[in-house]
């Protein structure tokens, strides 16, 4: 450990595909890293690997929602996306040196200024360009947004690659290690549970219960192959919330339930046995401890 202390952050790694964002985590953490390979392309802050050193760690998340044009889900993924973005120390925005800047650079060039979160242009694959071509695409990007810095590298070669992480982990603040220094994937799945069954929670009781309800996932077991158990919570402030989400005769958590776990299946391919609670904490969100359990940072 060094002696400023242990250094720690997030980076949001997007690009369209092809720019070579596997082969960039893939030369940075080298045989350490899994890639995350669940059925889901879609949760919220999917970690695709840590990168630890003495100094400190770095988390690098994809989020999927800024590079996936609009389905039925999209809304709900932009905004997921967005606030993935916000929560990251920086973001790293890959690009192909050997190909003009199209329709999927555009589009997360759009989701990208509106985060106030540094963005960081990664132009990639110049060793298959030459240096007289490489200022015009830097020129051409840079007049699309303002850029934090900007990085030329070979991801495939390690050209910069090193120059990089170095920069990012300069830039990163004192922070504590998230993971331990073997663990190099995590498990978001329980994100994007939680944010679903919140998600049908809002809209189900329209005005009657405040955006502060929570949703815990209590516990996740897999029955066989293709059977998921999971049980959730849903925390809410008020008793009257409590009987709200209930609803007559449980028809309201009922509802909540069916329309959850179908969104649920169809983002992790698993069947899912969902079982929902209701419980009233008074005031969480005042709670340091309440507000990490439920999944909330300062
Ligand atoms: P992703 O879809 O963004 O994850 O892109 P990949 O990492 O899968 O890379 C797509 C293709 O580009 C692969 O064939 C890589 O080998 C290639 N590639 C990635 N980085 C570089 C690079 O720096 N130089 C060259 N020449 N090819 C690269
Ligand atoms: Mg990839
Ligand atoms: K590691």
Redesign the pocket.
């Known amino acids: 450990m060094s002696e400023q202390g242990f250094k720690s952050g997030f980076v949001a790694l997007v690009?369209?595909?092809?720019?070579?964002?596997?082969?960039?985590l893939?030369k940075m953490i080298g045989e350490k890293i899994a890639i995350m390979s669940p059925k889901a392309q879609t949760t919220r802050n999917k970690i695709q690997g840590i990168y630890t050193t003495d100094e400190g760690q770095i988390v690098f998340m994809d989020t999927p929602g800024i590079h996936k044009p609009h389905n039925s889900l999209g809304d709900f993924m932009v905004k997921t996306a967005m606030s993935a973005l916000r929560e990251a120390d920086m973001v790293w925005f890959?690009v192909n040196a050997?190909e003009p800047r199209g329709a999927g650079d555009d589009f997360i060039i759009n989701r990208l200024k509106d985060t106030k979160t540094p963005v960081y242009l990664i132009i990639?694959?110049?060793?298959?360009v030459n240096p007289a071509d490489l200022l015009t695409i830097i020129d051409d990007y840079r007049q699309q947004m303002e850029f934090a810095e900007i990085f030329p590298?070979?991801?495939?070669?390690g050209d910069g690659v090193p120059e990089l992480l170095d920069f990012a982990m300069d830039k990163m603040a004192e922070g504590p290690q998230y993971y331990p220094a073997d663990q190099i994937t995590d498990h978001p799945e329980r994100f994007i549970m939680s944010e679903l069954i919140r998600e049908k929670v809002l809209q189900l009781t329209r005005q009657e219960v405040p955006h502060s309800v929570a949703v815990v996932i209590d516990k996740i077991e897999r029955q066989d192959e293709n059977h998921l158990h999971v049980q959730a919570t849903i925390v809410v402030e008020r008793p009257t919330q409590k009987n709200i989400v209930i609803g007559k005769q449980g028809a309201m958590i009922k509802e909540i339930g069916v329309r959850a776990r179908k969104d649920i299946e169809r983002l992790l391919g698993d069947k899912i046995f969902l079982e929902t609670w209701v419980k009233v904490e008074e005031r969480w969100r005042d709670k340091p401890q309440a507000l990490q359990t439920y999944g909330y940072k300062e």
């Open positions: 690009g369209r595909p092809n720019v070579g964002k596997s082969t960039l893939n890959l050997d990639n694959k110049i060793d298959l590298i070979s991801a495939l070669k």
